[in-house]
């Protein structure tokens, strides 16, 4: 007989396999030993201390590159990998844009677009922990529009000779090694650039009111002289680095879900608790509105990553499709957020509970991976044939 399990009521756990249930749970129990406790903390400090262990930690259960084959990566489903993004959003988005960035732009780049030498140079120790990298697109005055970027690369006898800067850049302080995209004669193209190069700095941005357990740093590059091999050969053109955030976006898809789901456990739990006029106030019709529209849209919104996984294990997604999933996923995640931070009165802009900080957090990934009206733009484009970007 039918059940109704107001966790999983349109019962998608039955949509898994065993091997993603386990990723599932794993990764579940690794953020509630190891980061649960103390990400109110980090987000409050705005730090996030202990990132290299943090890195080393998560490279031991096999996240970080974890849909990539070979190298020393784990080779798993994107439905298994969007599993993990959920569970690592859940926690807090910071600990998800980690994961990203190192699995989804720097290894995939190298992974992509990399040499052989590249490639067994920096992914297994990337995949372990060991070293961490960052992805360096966005400039100062080029956000949304990174065809447009200054920041150059010239060639000096067999060396490369890069000027410029990249900003907002997630894990950029802490990086080993940076991909960065620049202007060349030829187009545009990636290098990877090790920590320590004489020109390159990477001084974090102070001030953040979202995603403040996080690094996010800004990247200078003053004549900095890479050697010949330091270019990604396979990488030619801004179709390089946007298929990077096509993996990335599309961890996100699932990701911002995990956010919302804990602020939606948050609510529930709370309004169940929480009386007032003599009664619990989930007993009230509009808390129970605002719970139906939160359950109807978050639930929605797995099954649109489910579906989006599944499609893209058995085929691969075109970047229309997954900005369908990104613009809705994260849009409706932080509605859910909001709804649920008036759940919680006055405790709801408290870091007592998680409400507020998955909010903030959300800002931010509303915009970075392209913002909400770039993929309607995508999207536009797509279903009349007319870019409106320009
Ligand atoms: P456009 O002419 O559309 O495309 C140029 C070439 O690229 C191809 N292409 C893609 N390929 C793979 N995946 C995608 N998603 C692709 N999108 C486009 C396209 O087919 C074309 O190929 P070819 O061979 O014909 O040359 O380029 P455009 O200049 O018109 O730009 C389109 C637009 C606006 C969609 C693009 O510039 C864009 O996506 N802008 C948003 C920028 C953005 O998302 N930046 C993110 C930076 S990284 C980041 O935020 C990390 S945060 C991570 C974290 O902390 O978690
Ligand atoms: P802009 O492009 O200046 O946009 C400003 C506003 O104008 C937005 O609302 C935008 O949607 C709108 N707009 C722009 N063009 C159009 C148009 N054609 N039509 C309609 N509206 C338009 N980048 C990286 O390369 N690597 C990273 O690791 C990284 N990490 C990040 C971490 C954080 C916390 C944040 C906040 C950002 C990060 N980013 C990163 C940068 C992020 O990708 C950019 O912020 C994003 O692409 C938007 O660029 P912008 O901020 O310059 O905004």
């Not at 998800?96 to 920096?122: D, F």
């Not at 990077?244 to 602020?263: F, H, N, Q, T």
Request: include cysteine; aromatic fraction near 6%.
């Amino acid at each position: 007989t039918a059940t109704f399990n107001p966790a999983d009521p349109l019962d998608i756990d039955a949509l898994l396999s065993e091997e993603e249930i386990a990723v599932r749970d794993t990764v579940r129990k690794f953020c509630a030993d190891r980061v649960e406790p103390h990400i109110a903390t980090w987000f409050e400090e705005g730090s996030l201390p202990a990132a290299r262990e943090l890195a080393r930690e998560l490279g031991r259960i096999g996240v970080l590159g974890m849909h990539l084959e070979g190298y020393g990566c784990a080779g798993m489903s994107a439905v298994s990998y969007g599993l993990a993004c959920l569970e690592l959003e859940a926690c807090d988005s910071g600990l998800r844009s980690l994961v990203s960035v190192q699995g989804s732009l720097a290894m995939y780049a190298i992974w992509a677009y990399g040499s052989e030498e590249q490639k067994n140079h920096w992914l297994p120790r990337m995949a372990a922990g060991e070293a961490i990298g960052c992805f360096g697109l966005t400039e100062p005055d080029h956000g949304s529009d990174p065809g447009s970027m200054i920041t150059t690369a010239r060639r000096d006898g067999s060396d490369w000779i890069l000027n410029g800067r990249k900003m907002w850049i997630t894990n950029g302080s802490i990086a080993d090694v940076a991909v960065v995209w620049a202007r060349t004669e030829e187009g545009i193209r990636g290098f990877l650039v090790p920590a320590g190069t004489p020109g390159f700095s990477a001084p974090e941005i102070k001030h953040k009111l979202s995603l403040r357990a996080s690094v996010t740093s800004e990247l200078v590059l003053d004549d900095v002289r890479l050697p010949a091999d330091a270019i990604l050969p396979k990488a030619e053109g801004l179709r390089a680095p946007l298929s990077c955030l096509s993996e990335a976006r599309y961890g996100i898809v699932w990701g911002a879900m995990g956010a919302a789901r804990s602020a939606f456990e948050a609510a529930l739990e709370y309004s169940k608790t929480r009386t007032q006029f003599g009664r619990p106030i989930a007993g009230f019709q509009l808390t129970q509105a605002k719970l139906a529209d939160m359950a109807l849209e978050l639930h929605k919104g797995l099954l649109l990553a489910l579906h989006l996984g599944r499609r893209k294990d058995a085929h691969g997604l075109h970047p229309a499709q997954v900005s369908f999933g990104k613009l809705n996923n994260v849009r409706e995640a932080l509605q859910i957020c909001r709804t649920a931070r008036t759940i919680l009165g006055a405790n709801g802009i408290s870091l007592e509970y998680p409400v507020i900080r998955h909010m903030t957090n959300l800002e931010s990934v509303l915009t970075y991976e392209g913002t909400s009206e770039i993929h309607a733009l995508v999207l536009g484009r797509a279903l009349t044939g007319i870019a409106a970007f320009q």
